[in-house]
């Protein structure tokens, strides 16, 4: 069973309590906190960005609290809770290479009734997730437990703007894509304008040329009593070269 979000930003706030700078939710919760019905896996996964040069006291108040720096790929469950071939953690750990190496990840491990739960969380820099509260309006974030939650628009820039700075492929590629084009653009039905409020050229074109005309859909007949479906992408003939 995981957490619900009040219990695990109960935590996350505690930690990083008096915080003098904007902290911005990033990735599954914030998609969650839009309404995507994304189930949290073993590690409940916490994406949090900050400018770089707060980075390091957010770092220090992690620390003090109860969370604990690891060194792990984030795309790997902590403390091997599924066990995994090793040739598959390879594979994970190259694909969420740039990831990693942008970010820094911390673990929480509580007690949730029997069960020993996790708390997975990354911090990361607005230089990488092109994200920022400087640097775009407020009026693109709702504020609560002390973080800034993007709304559906600005959130689904930052992960076009992702995808297409540096070298990035895999199953975080993968990722983002799916975040972009089927919770975000299809799913919060975005206009196909989305994209005039980046400044980023390439991102702006590999939305229009790419993720515009994929077309994402449930890979299983729904499920009576489960909310999420598994969701596969039909890419049309004249965009695969």
């Known amino acids: 069973m995981a957490f619900e979000l009040g219990v695990v930003m109960r935590d996350v706030h505690a930690a990083l309590a008096g915080h003098p700078y904007p902290v911005i939710m990033w ?5 969650r906190r839009l309404g995507a019905p994304i189930p949290p896996g073993l590690d409940h996964e916490i994406m949090l960005v900050l400018e770089p040069c707060h980075m390091e006291d957010a770092a220090q108040r992690l620390e003090e609290s109860r969370f604990k720096r690891v060194n ?4 790997i469950h902590a403390n091997d809770r599924i066990p995994m071939h090793a040739a598959v953690k390879r594979q994970i750990a190259h694909d969420f290479n740039t990831f990693d190496d942008w970010s820094e990840h911390y673990v929480c491990t509580r007690e949730h009734t029997s069960m020993k739960e996790t708390i997975k969380l990354a911090l990361i820099p607005t230089t990488y997730a092109h994200i920022s509260t400087r640097q775009h309006p407020l009026d693109d974030f709702d504020h ?18 992702t995808v297409v700075t540096g070298p990035m492929n895999g ?45 994402f859909y449930p890979c299983q007949p729904p499920v009576p009593g489960m909310e999420f479906q598994f969701v596969g992408v039909r890419v049309p003939q004249y965009l695969i070269n």
């Open 144 to 161: 609560m437990f002390g973080i800034y939650w993007p709304k559906p628009a600005r959130l689904m820039i930052s992960f076009v703007e």
């Open 171 to 215: 199953c975080w590629k993968r990722l983002l894509i799916m975040w972009a084009g089927y919770w975000l653009y299809q799913g919060k039905r975005l206009p196909v304008t989305v994209m005039n409020n980046s400044d980023n050229e390439n991102a702006r074109a590999y939305f229009e040329s790419f993720i515009r005309h994929m077309q």
């Open 72 to 75: 792990c790929s984030f795309g």
């Open 27 to 31: 990735g599954e919760e914030a998609l």
